[in-house]
């Protein structure tokens, strides 16, 4: 749990909320992780991540519109933290994702109500999750 603390501690959630309020930037950021999506790793949670792709996407070209706006700002910062290639453990090196699973996992867990109530509305995401 300690890479938790760590991405709570730092300025991650600062960087998350300039995004949420920020459309230009937020529009970004999809595209980021659309090409992240189009690479190979962290499969184990492709389908997960392919849902934090379709969230982020609807509420950038504002198809989604009844978002909790404290789930938007921790899924953006785990997805600015998966994207960024500074973390608390180089993707290069061995077990380098680590620390970008728990991450995204912890978010996912956090915003797992609003993710569920997107899934209702949500009908061309493509991929299962």
């Not at 009844?66 to 938007?72: F, K, P």
């Not at 290069?92 to 912890?106: E, H, K, N, R, S």
């Amino acid at each position: 749990m300690s890479f938790i603390v760590d991405f709570l501690q730092s300025n991650w959630i600062t960087k998350a909320t300039k995004c949420a309020y920020n459309l230009r930037r937020l529009k970004a950021l999809v595209f980021q992780l659309g090409l992240f999506l189009s690479r190979k790793g962290l499969s184990h949670l492709r389908g997960q991540l392919n849902l934090m792709y379709c969230y982020l996407r609807d509420i950038a070209t504002g198809k989604y519109k009844d978002y909790d706006i404290c789930s938007l700002i921790y899924i953006i910062a785990a997805t600015l933290y998966l994207l960024s290639p500074v973390d608390m453990i180089p993707d290069f090196l061995p077990m380098g994702f680590v620390d970008d699973t728990a991450i995204i996992i912890w978010a996912l867990n956090v915003s797992s109500k609003e993710l569920e109530r997107y899934k209702k509305q949500a009908s061309d995401c493509g991929e299962s999750y």
